[in-house]
């Protein structure tokens, strides 16, 4: 068996410091990626010592040009990754509407153009070499728009169509493919939005340790959209046949009569 080689971002907290932990516990190499060099200094020394598996550092700033550069060129060149968690993300908390533009246009650039840049390289790469895994994690909001703040909302709905584009176009290539939708997920990502984790009923909240554990059980099981929470499958199939009956009739040639 090949010897497997993760790169994560976002490792250096939450969900992605999870892969990381899960990941090294099933003895694959890391490369973890963030901004906080010391944060993930700490947590490479740690899982070297409890699992013996090498782990190197990339700090990296994924809004900023130069550092998004230096991950992508990874992804490209290092030929030992088999595994690409395209994980770093954040949210933006309030309305879309009341928001300030700017940590708007940060969440977007991190969360779709970030991940695109890495996707992309990761799915060039892994082509060529006949084989890898990208797991690109969206969120069940890509599902709603009942609540949260559209523009993240917007951002994950982006991560699951494209994933499922990527499976379209990558199939029979070698590269396998899987979005993950986590729910409510206790992580320091509302803090960092400036939103009480306590406000979140707890029913409604997953630990990050089951979170991580499901998506990879996923992954095992070879699952294209992973839902971590819901146990009805079929809701999820229901949904996905009444967007495929709209199919035959989005794009016609004449206005439907409601329009003549
Ligand atoms: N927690 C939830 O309820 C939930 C639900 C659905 C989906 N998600 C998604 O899960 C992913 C992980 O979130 P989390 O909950 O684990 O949040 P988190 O604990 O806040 O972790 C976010 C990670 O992204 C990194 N990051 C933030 N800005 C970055 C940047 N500019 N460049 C590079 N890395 C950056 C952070 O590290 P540094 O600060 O060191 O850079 C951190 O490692 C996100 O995509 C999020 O949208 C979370």
Redesign the pocket.
């Known amino acids: 068996m090949t010897q497997q080689l993760a790169l994560i ?9 999870t892969y990381a932990k899960q990941l090294a516990a099933r003895g694959s190499n890391l490369i973890l ?4 060099a010391a ?1 993930l200094n700490q947590l490479a020394n740690s899982l070297r010592e409890s699992h013996g598996v090498d782990v190197s550092v990339l700090a ?4 900023q040009a130069d550092d998004m550069a230096k991950v992508a060129r990874e992804l490209r060149d290092n030929h030992a990754i088999t595994l690409l968690v395209n ?5 933006v908390e309030g309305e879309f509407t009341d928001a300030d533009i700017q940590p708007l246009q940060t969440m977007l650039s ?2 779709i153009i970030a991940l695109t840049e890495l996707a992309h390289s990761a799915a060039q790469a892994f082509r060529a070499r006949g084989q890898g895994t990208i797991v690109n ?1 969206a ?2 909001v890509a599902l709603i728009h009942e609540a949260m703040n559209g523009a993240y909302n917007a951002s994950k709905a982006y991560v699951l169509s494209l994933t499922r584009n990527m499976d379209r176009e990558l199939s029979g290539s070698g590269v396998v493919l899987q979005a993950v939708l ?4 206790r ?3 509302f803090d ?1 939005a400036g939103k009480s984790i306590s406000d979140i009923p707890a029913e409604k909240m997953m630990e990050v340790d089951d979170l991580v554990a499901a998506a990879l059980r996923g992954l095992d099981n070879g699952e294209l959209i992973t839902l971590p929470s819901v146990e009805d499958m079929g809701l999820w199939q229901k949904l996905d046949e009444a967007c495929s009956a709209l199919l035959p009739f989005i794009s016609l040639n004449k206005p439907a009569s409601r329009y003549l």
């Open positions: 971002t976002g490792a250096s907290s939450g969900i992605g410091a990626v963030a901004r906080d944060r990296a700033d994924l809004t994980n770093a993300g954040m949210v991190l969360n994690i969120s069940v986590p729910g409510f997920t992580t320091e990502i960092r």
